[in-house]
């Protein structure tokens, strides 16, 4: 049973370029978070997908996005990448309605130069 | 708003000590509580958790009790490995506990073990 992935490991990008990170939730789960952990921080909550929706969403510029597809995949979208942006973004995965907790994948670390 | 603070890191640790991080919490309503840990170019991992008060979490031989009243979720281990080098970050998720609370996390405390 594969767990929560991510893609890709690494990417590195310039200021003022776009973004897209790319997260498959683990098997059975329905939901999606998504975080920002900056370096020597603590994860911070960017937004929550459920049924193709935004359900919630953390203090992030409307620069920050995402997606999620029918089989539950979700991607996050930074437009106009400042160096700030530079961070590990995790995701994870949930299943609605349980008392289930969220399980993170990997993380993709972006850096913006 | 939520918040979770940690004890000010890193800890450094002989084998076989005891540890104990501290994670005060403040939070509306009744938060389920959590301790993640992260080891090093890896995701977070769920090292246990608790749903109410005076519930005890544990698994791997870390503990950590609910506390309502001290509104703290202290993480406890009687007898530490060097494997246990890690970050630890406490967290809450504001809706109870159910899937859909986000997660909001303390800074991380450092955890270095050795031999």
């Known amino acids: 049973d594969a767990g929560v992935t991510q893609s890709p490991t690494h990417l590195i990008k310039t200021r003022g370029q776009q973004v897209t990170l790319r997260c498959s939730p683990k098997s059975g789960h329905d939901t999606v978070s998504w975080y920002q952990q900056a370096l020597g921080q603590g994860p911070q909550f960017i937004f929550q997908?459920?049924?193709?929706?935004?359900?919630q969403r953390g203090n992030f510029p409307d620069r920050f996005s995402g997606h999620q597809f029918p089989n539950y995949s979700s991607e996050l979208n930074v437009n106009a990448l400042l160096l700030g942006d530079s961070a590990l973004y995790l995701c994870?995965?949930?299943?609605?309605?349980?008392?289930?907790?969220?399980?993170f994948g990997p993380g993709t670390r972006l850096l913006v130069l | 708003g939520n918040s979770v603070t940690q004890m000010e890191g890193p800890v450094t640790l002989s084998e076989e000590a005891f540890l104990t991080i501290n994670c005060t919490y403040t939070a509306t309503g009744y938060p389920s509580l959590f301790w993640y840990v992260q080891y090093p170019g890896e995701g977070l991992q769920l090292l246990l958790k608790?749903?109410?008060?005076?519930d005890k979490g544990s698994n791997k031989g870390f503990e950590a009790t609910y506390r309502k009243e001290t509104t703290s979720f202290h993480l406890e281990k009687g007898s530490v490995q060097v494997s246990d080098s890690a970050v630890y970050f406490c967290a809450l998720s504001d809706a109870g506990g159910t899937s859909y609370g986000k997660l909001t996390f303390g800074q991380g405390t450092i955890l270095t073990v050795h031999p």
């Open positions: 994870a995965s949930s299943r609605q309605g349980t008392q289930e907790t969220q399980y």
């Open positions: 997908y459920y049924e193709e929706e935004e359900r």
């Open positions: 608790a749903t109410k008060a005076d």
